[in-house]
């Protein structure tokens, strides 16, 4: 992210006058700005996403005494753009403005493994619980979830709630685990040359 | 962010169509404007992403909402890195917690309480228990006298990319084989239609065997690869139409 902080104050100031607010308000447009780009087909959506908002903190000083309407709203119309150019860069292959490629893909054995670990790191009922709950497809998984739900005592959507949120930590814990297996190779690489 | 979804079905099929690039530009405004203000969307809209994502690993989505996911979210690394996990996720399931089929049909038990409360069947249901118990005897007599019969099913659908480029093979536990594995190809929409499919197997070593059909709908053409064939590695099924091969392989390893 290269926005100052001056700013960033001052984009904050405009989502609400209340920092915390305001604070919140930032992390869910920028949470939305990623999943768009992601959505879009745009790799590396967490780059686009800083373009995006660097984009409306340079417009700021122009627009905001006159902007009526959800700042939102805004932020939606520079990701609009940022997609459109993205596509055209892509359709004219220029290689003035080269589309930022997807990096390879992780080994698929480095994931295997680090979700060993990160399962390891759960405790037991959880462990049981995120496996189980994506055990089956189709009829059965919906059976299975009703199931699993009155086990527990509680609704199939906290349950389903409760799958997502164990799911989420466990991605974002192989995830980490990857990249770090993935560093520590190339050291070792880089040692061994 | 957090609590029970709240999400409706129709919003649900709303995030599906999105990801699919099936939405029309007015609704696919008015749920990127959420994605911007509602955290609780957010985290409905990651859940939904999470379902599809199982489902094309599963081989569950129609041939236009796999080709919309793949041609903009899988095509991210972002998108890329979910998909691997997903099939891991999914794999370690699959192997670990799988112990026995489920009951689809609760209050069974009740019905047959219900049923033996009733004297005059009784006798009836005896007799005809120990006609059950006997040719269940014979059966099992038959099925170890010819030999295994089950196949590890496998659903697979074409990929143009080679496992270099990133596709994901579908993973088979060699353990899991008895007679072998029964595959079942998803044909390509622009190649469905014809008769006379033919299925061949390439192993990693670079071995060909052509395959018998099995099995052929509109949709899928089904081939059994007998356990003979089969080492642990990396396997390719390619289809044929006559005698021009249809372009990508549908790839699984035996683990």
Excluded at chain 1, 121 to 147: A, M, T, W
Excluded at chain 2, 86 to 93: H, I, P
Aim: aromatic share 8%; proline share 4%.
């Amino acid at each position: 992210m290269t926005t100052t902080k001056e700013p960033f104050d001052a984009l904050l100031e405009w989502l609400d006058p209340d920092r915390d607010k305001a604070g919140q308000r930032y992390e869910v447009i920028r949470a939305g700005l990623i999943r768009i780009f992601v959505a879009k087909g745009l790799s590396d959506a967490e780059h686009y996403t800083d373009e995006a908002i660097d984009r409306v903190i340079k417009k700021l000083p122009e627009i905001r005494a006159g902007y009526i309407g959800d700042p939102a709203r805004y932020f939606h119309g520079v990701a609009r753009n940022i997609v459109l150019e993205s596509g055209r860069r892509r359709e004219v292959a220029t290689d003035v403005l080269p589309q930022r490629a997807a990096p390879e893909p992780p080994p698929r054995s480095d994931t295997s493994e680090c979700l060993s670990k990160c399962l390891q790191l759960l405790p037991r009922d959880k462990q049981e619980l995120i496996l189980d709950y994506h055990l089956y497809h189709g009829r059965e998984k919906v059976v299975h979830h009703q199931q699993m739900a009155s086990e527990l005592s509680i609704t199939e959507g906290a349950l389903r709630t409760r799958a997502h949120h164990l799911r989420v930590n466990l991605e974002k814990c192989v995830n980490e685990c990857v990249g770090y297996q993935g560093k520590n190779k190339s050291a070792v690489e880089s040692h061994s040359n | 962010m957090g609590g029970v979804s709240t999400i409706t079905k129709e919003q649900e099929n709303e995030v599906r169509q999105y990801l699919f690039g099936q939405l029309n530009e007015a609704d696919e405004e008015s749920l990127e404007l959420r994605l911007l203000t509602e955290p609780s969307f957010l985290e409905e809209f990651d859940t939904v992403v999470d379902e599809v994502t199982d489902q094309y690993v599963r081989n569950e989505l129609s041939g236009d909402e796999r080709k919309g996911f793949e041609t903009s979210y899988l095509s991210t690394a972002e998108g890329q890195q979910k998909l691997r996990f997903a099939s891991e996720l999914l794999d370690r399931a699959e192997t670990e917690r799988r112990v026995s089929p489920v009951v689809t049909k609760p209050g069974f038990f009740d019905w047959v309480g219900g049923f033996w409360q009733s004297q005059s069947m009784r006798l009836a249901a005896t007799a005809a228990a120990a006609v059950i118990i006997a040719g269940g005897i014979f059966l099992i007599y038959k099925s170890i006298s010819s030999g295994p019969v089950h196949y590890a099913v496998v659903n697979l659908s074409i990929s143009t990319a080679n496992r270099a480029e990133g596709a994901v093979p579908a993973k088979v536990k060699y353990e899991s084989l008895q007679a072998g594995v029964e595959a079942k190809l998803t044909i390509p929409e622009s190649e469905r239609g014809a008769t006379d499919y033919r299925v061949k197997l390439v192993g990693g070593d670079r071995s060909e065997h052509d395959l018998a059909i099995a099995e052929h709908n509109d949709q899928t053409v089904t081939v059994k690869i007998p356990v003979s064939l089969l080492r642990r590695g990396s396997y390719a099924l390619q289809i044929f139409h006559t005698d021009r091969r249809i372009s990508g392989s549908y790839l699984f390893d035996i683990e």
